[in-house]
């Protein structure tokens, strides 16, 4: 898989049915990262709620450890530095993360723009 400009460059092309989803490198810093960003998102009036919207979209498609090994296997999550952790953290962090910050999120109503 080619790595991507900008990992959140989703796409669906409908008539093949095909689902691209960037690659996003994760370390032991992409959940502070994230964290910031939305809060940015939420408290900014004219923000775009793009990162928002990402962590939803992913949170929505990582329910298990199968799907993030899936996801990591396929080349979308890039496990990066949080390798040098054991196995079993650098694949669940990230979903649990997604899965905290959605939480949060949708109380705070994620509105696309």
């Known amino acids: 898989m080619k790595k991507a400009d900008n990992f959140l ?3 669906f092309d409908k008539e093949k049915g095909l689902l691209e989803i960037p690659a996003i490198e994760v370390t ?3 959940d502070i990262i994230f964290r910031n960003l939305i809060a940015l998102e939420q ?3 004219d923000a775009r709620v793009r990162i928002t919207c990402y962590s ?4 929505s498609i ?3 450890e199968r799907d993030v090994a899936l996801l990591s296997q396929e080349g979308i999550i890039d496990r990066g ?4 952790r054991t196995l079993h953290f650098s694949s669940m962090s990230f979903a649990k993360m997604l899965r905290l910050i959605s ?5 705070l109503n994620c509105s696309t723009k």
Do not use: E
Request: proline share 0%; aromatic share 8%.
């Open 43 to 45: 408290c900014y009036k």
């Open 28 to 30: 032991d810093s992409t």
């Open 62 to 64: 990582i329910n298990t």
């Open 9 to 11: 460059k989703i796409s």
């Open 81 to 84: 530095l949080a390798i040098t």
């Open 103 to 107: 939480v949060r999120i949708t109380s």
């Open 56 to 59: 939803i979209f992913m949170d």
